[in-house]
């Protein structure tokens, strides 16, 4: 069946930058999804990225699509320790109901 | 005010207890999910629903049921509580007319206990 796995744990410097990798096994993935999770609240909607595109910017997040190894990452520039979190990758395809989500990755940022 | 509002945000129950966890939405969407959270396990699928009538099991549904009881509002029963069901619970809503992500929004979390 379809899967969606990440490391579970990353640790950053304030500053650097950060890289969260994700790799799915659905070649028919019509849209992946970096969602945040900070301690005590829902996911919520960080970028999202078309099965068609091989990147995607918005401010300090990039996101990065190989769709032929089915690997995405996301890389945070310039870390703050706000953005300590835990960061979900997601595929859905259209026309389903399902959307399957990573384990997670627990990003810590040390001052 | 929270689009997607859910109660409690935190039980604590006994083994055989009954327990409903409720979810209200505001956005007007059709499509309302349960998902449970374990650590290391990500989020997985309980039951979800497309309308007032459509009711469809998820990757893990044994041992819990769900009522739509309108468009707005989504219930999640545990009809005898096991330790196992110790866990986060998230309900979640989409509306894939409204736009071409597919996004979903989630609640605030129910944190439930099973002892």
């Known amino acids: 069946g379809e899967d969606v796995e990440q490391s579970l744990f990353l640790s950053v410097r304030e500053g650097d930058s950060s890289v969260i990798n994700c790799t799915y096994t659905d070649s028919s993935s019509t849209y992946l999804y970096w969602y945040k999770q900070e301690p005590g609240a829902g996911l919520q909607l960080l970028t999202y990225i078309f099965s068609n595109m091989d990147m995607k910017q918005d401010q300090r997040l990039t996101v990065l699509l190989n769709k032929k190894d089915k690997h995405l990452s996301l890389r945070i520039a310039d870390t703050q320790t706000g953005d300590s979190a835990i960061y979900f990758c997601a595929e859905s395809t259209s026309g389903t109901y399902k959307y399957i989500f990573g384990t997670g990755t627990r990003l810590k940022v040390l001052a | 005010d929270a689009d997607v509002t859910q109660t409690p945000r935190n039980r604590i129950t006994k083994t055989g207890k009954r327990i409903m966890l409720e979810c209200s939405q505001t956005k007007g969407h059709d499509r309302m999910y349960w998902y449970r959270q374990d650590p290391g396990l990500g989020l997985r699928l309980i039951y979800y629903?497309?309308?007032?009538?459509?009711?469809n099991k998820g990757e893990i549904s044994d041992g819990y049921s769900v009522s739509r009881q309108a468009q707005a509002k989504f219930s999640l029963s545990l009809e005898s509580a096991i330790p196992n069901q110790t866990a986060l619970y998230f309900c979640?809503?989409?509306?894939?007319?409204?736009?071409?992500?597919?996004?979903?929004?989630f609640g605030p979390g129910t944190r439930l206990t099973v002892t």
């Open positions: 629903s497309f309308d007032v009538k459509d009711i």
């Open positions: 979640a809503t989409s509306d894939p007319r409204g736009g071409s992500s597919y996004e979903q929004y």
